[in-house]
């Protein structure tokens, strides 16, 4: 028996209909995906702030 929670209430998951079923798949999907994108962004801004860096040291000195 596995339970969710939804607004407050809890669900047998094995007690929904299959479409109810689907549609908490695609709310998985989709929770892992942005957590992926929120991964990338975060490797990208870091790959940003060091490549900024890098170009403020190779502009020319004054």
């Known amino acids: 028996m596995f339970n969710i929670k939804i607004d407050?209430?809890?669900y047998d998951?094995?007690?929904?209909?299959?479409?109810?079923k689907k549609q908490f798949a695609?709310?998985?999907f989709v929770?892992?995906?942005l957590q992926r994108m929120n991964?990338?962004?975060?490797?990208l801004q870091t790959a940003?702030?060091?490549y900024s860096a890098?170009?403020?040291?190779a502009l020319p000195k004054e």
């Open 8 to 10: 407050g209430k809890e």
């Open 13 to 20: 998951i094995n007690a929904l209909s299959e479409e109810a």
């Open 26 to 28: 695609s709310v998985q």
């Open 31 to 33: 929770d892992s995906e």
């Open 39 to 43: 991964a990338q962004i975060a490797v």
């Open 48 to 50: 940003r702030a060091a």
């Open 54 to 57: 890098a170009l403020k040291e």
